[in-house]
């Protein structure tokens, strides 16, 4: 009876993924994502950044990212480098900070992508 007990305490924990669970980066932000108002974006193969804080833009990139699927990986293991780090603002106080396959230290894929949605704002805004 009791390694019956054990066998399903330890069938659940790995069935849980250790309390990571698939969110939407809406479900990460704390409080209304609509407030955001400046987005900066580090792109990590050149380490050049960029700074929007055209209302229409910003407003463009959160309505296209808020609803992505963060899929937690199996393989949790500690990574170097990033393809794009995303800092969300509003006014000057920095409220979410993530990368394209990270939030804190945990790792996701995303459904749909959004390294191609991130590149794509970074280089169409990027006047440089």
Do not use: W
């Amino acid at each position: 009876m009791r390694r019956s007990f054990t066998l399903l305490v330890v069938s659940v924990f790995i069935l849980t993924g250790c309390g990571l669970e698939t969110k939407r980066l809406s479900e990460f932000y704390k409080g209304d994502i609509s407030d955001v108002n400046k987005i900066e974006i580090v792109d990590g193969s050149t380490g050049s950044s960029l700074t929007v804080t055209e209302p229409e833009a910003v407003h463009k990139f959160i309505e296209e990212t808020k609803h992505i699927e963060f899929i937690p990986l199996e393989d949790q293991s500690p990574r170097d480098g990033f393809r794009y780090s995303i800092n969300f603002f509003e006014g000057d106080t920095e409220t979410c900070s993530f990368g394209s396959s990270q939030i804190g230290d945990v790792y996701y894929s995303t459904e749909p992508d959004i390294h191609p949605i991130v590149k794509e704002f970074y280089e169409k805004n990027n006047t440089n």
